[in-house]
């Protein structure tokens, strides 16, 4: 995770980075879990193969990045 090459002087700082790293570790596999149940995952395969061959982290990094891209559902309110 690169923590060998920086240095952190508070153990509760590094602890806080640490655990905001873990929250968007898990909101991302999450989302890359909610891409694919609902076939969002398809055109980021680079692979013909229908089975799963990464974990659901990459394809939920991939989502997030093209959240601002993705058509409005409908207003809100």
Do not use: K
């Amino acid at each position: 995770m690169g923590l060998s090459s920086t240095r952190i002087s508070e153990p509760m700082r590094r602890d806080r980075l640490l655990l905001i790293r873990a929250f968007a570790t898990v909101l991302l596999t999450l989302l890359g879990a909610v891409g694919e149940r609902l076939g969002m995952d398809r055109p980021l395969q680079t692979n013909p193969c229908r089975t799963r061959t990464h974990s659901l982290l990459r394809p939920g990094r991939m989502l997030h990045e093209l959240i601002p891209t993705l058509p409005s559902t409908g207003s809100c309110g």
